[in-house]
Structure formats: structure tokens, C-alpha cells
């Protein structure tokens, strides 16, 4: 049944894309153009970038009720959200996830050598409330962004770039959002001021309250669920000269035991998962960042342009867990990690280059209270990465540009308090790692300023980080992982092509891709069992294999009032691993591989534009390709697979003035009970959220 909707309405999608494209004279306006920076690190028309790319607006996410970071990303075709648990998101990118993105925060890199295989929950940790737009590239971006850029990047990008952006008067905003099915309560208030004509500052807070989430149909609420959040930011700009701005910014998050549900007796089984055995298993999480950033576009005989960042980050974790017959443990890490980056621009009469270097290390404490040597990843050890990098973007005529770009990169590791995993002794680690990729993409105007089509062929790469080389820690359901010293960097090869086209009309982008994948690290079993009855796992570079797929997106305008889109999502792929402890290898589907899915959507946007209506359909496909290991993981994927789903949500909202903003979303109005392949939880039954924003 699902299948016959599900395919009807794909066709539904192409045969509204083809009516709009024929109802589109080729001789419309162009919209605005949309300036995008992740991809190239330039700024360029987002239809002249040679890249999948989308972007994600302050207004909607305010306009959409929308709850976290890892939320925000739900619309982008290709991009399929996970989440272990209700304080713990992480996206999938073209069938990548965790440690195989790079998450960047105003071009600083949030990924770090703790980062565990799989989906993560260090995405949660940056809050929406501070964030202008989410960039999203999709695609290989290991030449700009060096390790981990695979599958995709994000870059959030926070509120106030520049001077120009702050008011003449200061500026107070409050915003409250509460959700019925969440139990929730958000705060949110910051204050805005230009304290003169070369200096602003801004300050802000949320404060957020979670309660158990109630799922739909008969599942009603999950219990253990709920957490609590606290954020802040600040930032300070100082524009030196006309050409030269200095900004100061801080961030920090701290989230207080966060469920991880799905591993103990309180979670609820759904079509046929396992209930956890422990008691109580919580994260408590907190994530600092300060960073200096220079700003120039200063001409010299090096550049037109340059910024220079040095930034400062902490992580803090601890986990604490409570199994039958007394026993607690806990457990945890501490990572500093200091940033540098270097960036210069410079243009040639119609070329660009764009070359400079990048510097991380992180300085790692880890512990344990069940293990004198090691917590979760080696104790006492440090992680650098270091990188030199160009690209330059050739024009070859007004509607063709080439851009070629390479990168050379070195990482180190050092580790003095490991576990040996076979005599149980203390053993270290030193290693080091070099590395070179480059890109070669193509963008050509069809019609100028309207249509264009784009090629790329990308190398890019991951090295093995402190959680692949010396985790000592439970994996997914029922495994424990263990030291692999000997470790390589994976290697992957990325052949993409898409078009798009804009119009004042209509607007769509298609884009297909294959990724080869070479040496991936996969966990593997030895055939053990530990004494709490787990199945022991280690790492080895055994993947070799490929994802492929295809995205559409396309957005549609009637008139002046109405607004539709619609997009369509598909990825295949496999990967050769040792399934069992036989040592025999097979060839079988990634881990995890998300189902094909689909969304329509409609908008509505009154002539006064004081009030806006807007509703969508989502739908997924059964989620039953699954790998051995998905098999096993039988807390979080029913056997047989994930079943499919559709899901309607419909909102609106109302402008009472200019200083104040109502929104009224109504999520998941049947109902329906789902849950999100791969996830341990379900989503929000019938979620009613309600939004004020008052500034004065």
C-alpha cells in the first residue's frame, strides 16, 4: 500500500516539475542571487557553484517550530536524520554519517579525535537559536576541509558577520517555544547593541526543558527521555578599518543526563526490537568554543583577501550508568583543542585562487571508573591535524569555469595510557599519517543566469582518529569495541553531476552521484564474548565497496501567495566486511542504508504578508536493506527493517507587529506512530508547538 503512495506520488513530483517547467518562459528573471561560501570558500552564486548545495534560513527554522540543530537539516534532499536518542541527532549525507561529515562552526571545525563510528550526538550540541543559516554541501570537500569531508559538510554560520548588521538602537529579543508531545519549554533572550560606528556586541541565552516525549498511536509517552539544555553565546566585532574587521566569539552548551533510552528497561519495543537490560545509562554533555577571527579584503602582492582564526574548544563528557545487581560505573573525557586557520583570496583577471593552511590539536584526557588504564578512548594522548591546500577556479569563457584544487595533509597521534586489549596491560601508541587529494569540477551555463549544468570528480579521505585506534567501550546493541593500533587512512573517490535551473518561477536542482570506497575501517568481530555478555569487536581497513544515488529538489511559485516544492531521495550501496568471526568476507549493504523518501510541500503567504500557511507530507520507504550488524542491532531496527511511514504536518503563523512574530505548528496530525531507520526512539506523536518572538 505504501509503495503504490509512495511512487504515485514521485510521479506526482516529476509531472508537477515538468507542468512548471513548461508554465516557465525561458525569458523569466532570474531570482535574486543566493551568495553560498562552505563549498569553495568563495563567495559565489550558489547556480555557478559546481557543488550540491542548500541552504537553511534563521526564518524558516523559527517559522517551522523547529527543535535542534540535526532537525533543521530534515528538508535537504539526501540528508536522513538518526537519532539514538531524544537529545542525540546525527544526519546521514549521501549515506554517511558521524566522523564521515565535517560540522563546521563559522568555518571552525567541530569534529574532533574522540568522534565514535556512527551516528553521534555532538551535533546537538550547537544551538539553532544562535545560527543565521545552515550551509550544507553534499558531496566530497576534502581538499578545503581535509579529513572526514566525505559524505558532506555543514557550516553554520552564527547571527552578526558584520557591523552593518547590527541596529543604530539597541535591540532586546525574547523568544518562547513549547511543544505538547515534547513537553518542552525553550527561552530564548539576547541582547544586540552597536556601541559605536566600528563596534557591536550581542549576547545570548537559551534555556531549554525537555520532558519524556510522547510517541504516536498507542506508543504514548517514552519514558526517560526527557533532559534539560543550557546555552549561550557572545560575540564582539571591531571593524579596524574600512577594510578590516576583528570579531571575538564564545559558545557553550551543557546538556545535563541525556537519556540514551533504547539501552535500558525503560524504552519501549517497536514492531518486534528488543527492551535494554540497564538502568540507567546518561550523557552529560558540555562544548565550549572562543575563537579571534581577522577579516580583510586589504590588497597586498599575496592577496585581495585574507582571514586569519585562531580558536580554543572544549568538550566535556561523562557517562553514567546504573546495571542490575548494583552496579554503576562512569565514565568519560576531556578534549582541548586549538585551532588555527589561515585563508587567502585572490583573483586573477576572470580566475580565482583561494590557498592556505590549517592546524588542530586536541589534548586528551580520558577515564573510567571500572578501568585504571583508560576511559572510553586512550588517556593521556594528543591528536593533531595540519593541512596546505589551493584551488583555483578558472574561467575558460563567460559560461564555463573549471576549478582544480589539491590538498596535502598530516596527521599525528600519541597515546601514553592504553589498554592492551589481549594481556591487559598498559601499552602506547605513536603514529603518523600523510595524505593527498584533489578535485576536478566543472560548471556550465545552459542559459545564462537561469540554467546550468556541473561535473566533478573528488578524492577524499578520513584518517583514523583516537576512537577507531584505542576505544575501549560498548559500540552498538550488544558489542563492545577494542584497540586497533594498526590502522590506515580510508580512501574515497566521488564522481557527481547535476543541473539546475532558477527562474522567478521555478527553481530545481538534480543531481546524481557514485562514491567509491576504498580501505574503510569496519568493525569486525573476534568471536569473544566479555563477561557482561557482549560480542567483542575490533577494526580493521577491509571496505572496500560504493554508495550511489540521486536527489531532487524543486520549488514551484503559482503567484504571489502560493508556494510549492517537492523533493525525492534515493542511495544504494555496498561494502565488503567480515559479517561473523568466520574470517570469511561478503559483500553486503552499509550499515544502516536509509530508505528512498519523498516530500511535498505547499505554502501560502497572504498580500498583507502579516500571516502564512504552510503544510507538507513526508514519506518513507520500508528501511529493510539491511547489513549483519543491522540485523543484530535489535534495540534499534525491528526484524525484517524499519517499517515505511508517511507523515503530515501542517502550521501557519502571524506577524501581530513588527515587533512581534506568533507560529502554530501542528506536527504529525494523524497520529502516526514511526520511527526513523536506525533510531532508538520514535518521533513525536501529534506535536501541537507554539512560538513567540517579541523584540523591543
Excluded: C
Excluded at 2 to 9: D, L, T
Excluded at 669 to 676: M, P, T
Amino acid at each position: 500500500m505504501f509503495k503504490y503512495s509512495f511512487y504515485s506520488a514521485f510521479w506526482l513530483l516529476i509531472t508537477v516539475s515538468a507542468t512548471a517547467n513548461s508554465a516557465s518562459p525561458s525569458n523569466n528573471n532570474a531570482p535574486d542571487e543566493v551568495i553560498t561560501i562552505t563549498a569553495e570558500r568563495l563567495a559565489i552564486s550558489e547556480l555557478l557553484s559546481p557543488y550540491s548545495t542548500s541552504l537553511i534560513y534563521e526564518d524558516e527554522i523559527m517559522k517551522k517550530g523547529i527543535r535542534t540543530t540535526v532537525d533543521a537539516l530534515a528538508t535537504i534532499p539526501g540528508v536522513y536524520l538518526q537519532k539514538t536518542a531524544h537529545g542525540q541527532g546525527s544526519p546521514y549525507i549521501r549515506g554517511f554519517t558521524g566522523f564521515r561529515n565535517v560540522f563546521l562552526i563559522d568555518g571552525i571545525r567541530l569534529n574532533n579525535s574522540v568522534f565514535r563510528e556512527g551516528p553521534n550526538q555532538y551535533w546537538n550540541t550547537v544551538d539553532p537559536y544562535s545560527i543565521e543559516k545552515f550551509e550544507v554541501v553534499k558531496g566530497s570537500t576534502s581538499v578545503v576541509y581535509g579529513s572526514d569531508a566525505i559524505g558532506g559538510t555543514v557550516n553554520a554560520i552564527t547571527k552578526l558577520q558584520t557591523i552593518d548588521e547590527f541596529n543604530v538602537q539597541p535591540l532586546t529579543s525574547l523568544v518562547y517555544r513549547g511543544a505538547t508531545a515534547e513537553h518542552s519549554n525553550v527561552l530564548r533572550a539576547s541582547f544586540t547593541h552597536k556601541i559605536s560606528t566600528n563596534s557591536g556586541l550581542s549576547i545570548g541565552f537559551t534555556g531549554k526543558d525537555y520532558g519524556n516525549l510522547t510517541a504516536g498511536g498507542s506508543t504514548n509517552e517514552q519514558p526517560n527521555t526527557h533532559y534539560d539544555e543550557f546555552n549561550i553565546d557572545l560575540k564582539w566585532l571591531l571593524s579596524i578599518a574600512d577594510d578590516t574587521q576583528l570579531t571575538a566569539a564564545y559558545f557553550k552548551t551543557k546538556q545535563n543526563d541525556v537519556p540514551r533510552t533504547h539501552k535500558t528497561i525503560h524504552s519501549i519495543s517497536f514492531s518486534g526490537t528488543d527492551v535494554g537490560s540497564e538502568l540507567t545509562r546518561n550523557l552529560d554533555q558540555e562544548r565550549e568554543l572562543l575563537y579571534l577571527k581577522l577579516d580583510t579584503s586589504h590588497k597586498t602582492w599575496l592577496a585581495d583577501g585574507a582571514n586569519l582564526t585562531f580558536s580554543y574548544q572544549k568538550q566535556n563528557e561523562v557517562r553514567h550508568r546504573v546495571r542490575t545487581k548494583n552496579r554503576n560505573d562512569q565514565q568519560g573525557f576531556n578534549v582541548n583543542t586549538l585551532g588555527l586557520n589561515v585563508n587567502f583570496f585572490k583573483q586573477h583577471g576572470l580566475h580565482n585562487t583561494i590557498y592556505g593552511l590549517e592546524y588542530y590539536r586536541d589534548d586528551v584526557d580520558s577515564f573510567s571508573s571500572t578501568n585504571d588504564i583508560q576511559g572510553p578512548v586512550a588517556d593521556n594522548a594528543s591528536y593533531q591535524w595540519f593541512g596546505i591546500y589551493g584551488q583555483n577556479k578558472y574561467s575558460l569563457n563567460e559560461k564555463t569555469t573549471i576549478d582544480v584544487g589539491t590538498r596535502w595533509s598530516y596527521m599525528s597521534v600519541k597515546a601514553d595510557k592504553i589498554q592492551d586489549p589481549f594481556q591487559g596491560g598498559l601499552i602506547t601508541l605513536k603514529n603518523n599519517w600523510n595524505n593527498v587529494v584533489f578535485n576536478l569540477r566543472a560548471n556550465y551555463q545552459i542559459s545564462p543566469q537561469s540554467k546550468s549544468i556541473y561535473f566533478g570528480i573528488s578524492q577524499s579521505f578520513r584518517a583514523p582518529n583516537l576512537s577507531d585506534l584505542t576505544r575501549f567501550d560498548s559500540a552498538r546493541s550488544n558489542e563492545f569495541e577494542i584497540p586497533s593500533l594498526q590502522l590506515k587512512p580510508e580512501h574515497y573517490l566521488t564522481f557527481d553531476s547535476g543541473i539546475k535551473f532558477r527562474s522567478s518561477s521555478l527553481n530545481y536542482d538534480i543531481s546524481i552521484y557514485y562514491t567509491k570506497i576504498s580501505d574503510q575501517i569496519q568493525r569486525v568481530p573476534t568471536g569473544n564474548i566479555n563477561n557482561d555478555g557482549e560480542f567483542e569487536i575490533t577494526k580493521k581497513n577491509i571496505g572496500n565497496g560504493y554508495a550511489y544515488g540521486s536527489e531532487i529538489d524543486i520549488n514551484y511559485t503559482l503567484n504571489m501567495q502560493w508556494k510549492l516544492n517537492a523533493s525525492f531521495a534515493y542511495i544504494n550501496g555496498k561494502i565488503d566486511t567480515f559479517p561473523s568471526s568466520d574470517n570469511m568476507m561478503t559483500r553486503e549493504y552499509i550499515n544502516r542504508l536509509m530508505p528512498t523518501n519523498m516530500r511535498l510541500g505547499i505554502n501560502y503567504l497572504a498580500l498583507t504578508n502579516n500571516w502564512w500557511l504552510h503544510a507538507s507530507i513526508t514519506a518513507y520507504d520500508n528501511g529493510d536493506r539491511l547489513s549483519t550488524r543491522d540485523k543484530s542491532d535489535t534495540q534499534r531496527i525491528p526484524p525484517g527493517g524499519t517499517p515505511s511511514f508517511a507523515v503530515w504536518d501542517i502550521g501557519g503563523g502571524y506577524s501581530v507587529s513588527k515587533s512581534m512574530q506568533l507560529t502554530l505548528n501542528l506536527d504529525n496530525i494523524f497520529d502516526k506512530n514511526y520511527r526513523v531507520h536506525g533510531s532508538g526512539q520514535n518521533e513525536a506523536g501529534i506535536n501541537l508547538v507554539a512560538s513567540i518572538e517579541y523584540q523591543f
